[in-house]
């Protein structure tokens, strides 16, 4: 089953969910800034994806501009900001079985689903 990543307030989210929406298969949805991902499902997406986790984070967010930007943070403690302010995690996300992309552009959500 698809999953996606999705925050309501975004117009790339509202985006790649209309894409999920009309491929006609079953998915569920994930309010992540509600329902925020464990730090293993983070490792996961992260290890789909094939990224490191600065690659996840929206870096013209105001929190990681002002709290993040200058520090020099291991993997560990990227994944435990954005655990703590899922604000910071890049959107949508779209997990296709053992495929994921991160729907910025929506042909990457096509290429998986």
Same mark, same amino acid.
């Given at each position: 089953m698809i999953k996606i990543y999705h925050n309501?307030?975004?117009g790339k989210s509202r985006e790649g969910l209309n894409?999920?929406?009309?491929?006609?298969?079953e998915f569920e949805i994930v309010r992540y800034l509600e329902n925020v991902p464990s730090k293993e499902e983070l490792k996961?997406?992260? *290890?789909m994806l094939d990224i490191?986790?600065?690659d996840?984070?929206?870096?013209?967010?105001?929190?990681?501009?002002?709290?993040?930007r200058d520090k *020099?943070?291991?993997?560990e403690a990227?994944?435990?900001?954005?655990?703590?302010?899922p604000i910071l995690i890049e959107r949508p996300i779209v997990i296709?079985?053992?495929?994921?992309?991160i729907g910025r552009s929506p042909q990457n959500i096509e290429k998986i689903l």
């Amino acid at each position: 089953m698809i999953k996606i990543y999705h925050n309501p307030r975004c117009g790339k989210s509202r985006e790649g969910l209309n894409i999920v929406e009309n491929s006609g298969q079953e998915f569920e949805i994930v309010r992540y800034l509600e329902n925020v991902p464990s730090k293993e499902e983070l490792k996961s997406i992260l *290890k789909m994806l094939d990224i490191k986790a600065i690659d996840l984070v929206r870096q013209k967010e105001k929190i990681w501009v002002e709290n993040f930007r200058d520090k *020099k943070l291991s993997d560990e403690a990227i994944i435990e900001a954005m655990i703590k302010n899922p604000i910071l995690i890049e959107r949508p996300i779209v997990i296709n079985v053992n495929k994921a992309t991160i729907g910025r552009s929506p042909q990457n959500i096509e290429k998986i689903l």
